[in-house]
C-alpha cells in the first residue's frame, strides 16, 4: 500500500522502471498481464510503446494570457464590471473571463429575497393594520 500511495504522489516513472515494464511485454507477457503486475495502465504502457525515448518529459511552465494577479485586482477595484467588459479589458474571451472567476471563487451577483431587506412579506403577520 505504502508504494501505490507513494506512486500517486511522486506521479512520475523512473526510466528503469519503463524499461523493466517494456522488457517483461517483450519477452512474451501481454500488455494486460504486464499492467497488472507494475501497477501502470494500458494508456501508460502504450504511450512508452510508441516512444523513442523513455525518460520522463518536464512540465513546462504554461504561459496565460490573463494575469491572475492583475485579474483579481480589477475584479476588486471594478466589481460590477460584467464579464464582457472584463473580456474586453484584457483582451481575451468571455469564456476565459468565466473560467478565472472560477477559479477565483467568485459567484454570480444575487438579488436578495425582500425579506433580507427588511420587508416583510405578505401573510406573515409581521405588517400592522
Known amino acids: 500500500m505504502a508504494a501505490s500511495l507513494n506512486r500517486e504522489l511522486e506521479m512520475t516513472y523512473s526510466t528503469d522502471f519503463r524499461r523493466r515494464v517494456i522488457a517483461r511485454v517483450q519477452s512474451g507477457d501481454s500488455k494486460s ?4 503486475l507494475f501497477g501502470i495502465s494500458r494508456s501508460t504502457l502504450h504511450s512508452w510503446l510508441n516512444r523513442a525515448d523513455l525518460s520522463p518529459s ?22 460590477d ?14 469564456s476565459s473571463i ?3 472567476l472560477k477559479r477565483m471563487g467568485a459567484t454570480r451577483k ?18 400592522r393594520a
Open 110 to 127: 444575487k438579488n436578495r429575497p425582500a425579506t433580507a431587506k427588511g420587508i416583510p412579506q405578505a401573510g406573515s403577520g409581521t405588517c
Open 58 to 79: 518536464q512540465g513546462g511552465f504554461r504561459h496565460r494570457k490573463l494575469d491572475r494577479r492583475d485579474f483579481e485586482r480589477h475584479v476588486a477595484e471594478h466589481p
Open 81 to 94: 464590471a460584467l464579464q464582457r467588459e472584463r473580456a474586453a479589458h484584457f483582451r481575451v474571451s468571455m
Open 98 to 100: 468565466r473560467h478565472a
Open 33 to 36: 498481464a504486464a499492467c497488472r
